[in-house]
């Protein structure tokens, strides 16, 4: 019923709109006229052009302003041409010819009225209450925590491994294939070509099986956070694993004529795995630190990194100290919280520190407004917030 009664109105309202624009009426030669209905005429015409003006901040609500505060009210002007013969209230002459001019003057306003409508609805969509507010852009405060450089870590035990793995990375060095890689993912070359040995030469000893078992198997699992980019993350469009350090351990793999298998892991758990030997290795942008160093054999540092904070470039927040009473993200088992749990003053200051199993997820809870901060690697936070800008 109320879709009957729904196209009936719109058919009556395109009825009255033909009537008006070819001047159509029925018994216009007996046009009926009283002093209450010219008087409603100026009053009308003004009361739909305020009501238009207020309907314009509710844009959806517009097109049922206009039907019910133009078209009804002409249903009343032109009532009287359902009647035969004139009230008398004017000669039948004039009440003719006023008619007629009546219908081109109604045509007009109508013609008006809808301009001023068009115009004012153009005008408020540029309104700043309907305009869409600037997008919140991310930055990397300058102040650091700390400096560090990344590394390859392998089993204590698996030093004839781990300086196979470092000679393969020194010739790639050399013959200008890492520099290639780097600037593939970086747009610059930012190998580490002249670094030092982290914990002097590795010398493997005799009975050191850990590469020849290795050569026997014909691969090698490297362990990593496959949501840490550039080093090492899913490619959204094939789901495979992809970035600078697989591109640099694939390379290695190469060379030492073995296939390499990347195997996801609990970052914060990345030492049982390694202890296990679920894995052969870790290369995913792990940070080399004394804790580290006394549980793994590492042979150089192939890339310098710094935790950085990053936030919100309408925060407020401009250097570390500027962090004092806020919600702090970080990576669970990460450098990160090595590097703020070095500076005690500044972690007692944060309201709160919320730990995350990746860098991705406490950057959209960033961006979703749950925490004021992230403290991250400078590589992946530089990542990250280019190609989210993008």
Known sequence: MACRAETETVMTEKRVLTVIWTGDIPGSEHFRLSLIRLLIMPVFILHSSVLIMRAVPHSGSLQDQIRHFIFWPHLLIFGCCQNDGCSGALPEAVCSAFGDFMKQIFALCLILVTAVAMFAGCVGSNTPESSEKEPVTYVILDEALAPESYGVGMRNDDIALAAAVQKALDDMSADGTA???????FGEDLFLHNADWVEGELVPA???????????????????????????????????????????????????????????????AKEMELSQKKIDMIWNGMTITDERVANMAFGKPYIENSQVVVVASDSGIKNLSDLKGKVVGVQRGSSAVDAIDAN?????SFKEQVEYDT?????LDLKAGRVDAVVMDIIVAGYIISTDSA
Not at 179 to 185: F, L, P, Q, T, V
């Open 179 to 185: 520099a290639a890689i780097s600037e593939k993912w």
């Open 206 to 268: 005799e009975n050191d099986t850990s590469l020849q078992y290795i050569l026997d198997r014909k691969y090698m699992i490297v362990g990593l956070d496959d949501s840490f980019p550039p080093m090492g993350f899913r490619d959204e469009k094939t789901n495979e694993i992809v970035g600078f350090d697989i591109d640099l351990a694939k390379e290695v793999g190469k060379r030492l004529g073995v296939e390499v298998r990347f195997q996801p892991i609990d970052w914060s």
């Open 344 to 348: 005690p003053e500044l972690k007692a």
């Open 359 to 363: 860098n991705l997820n406490a950057y």
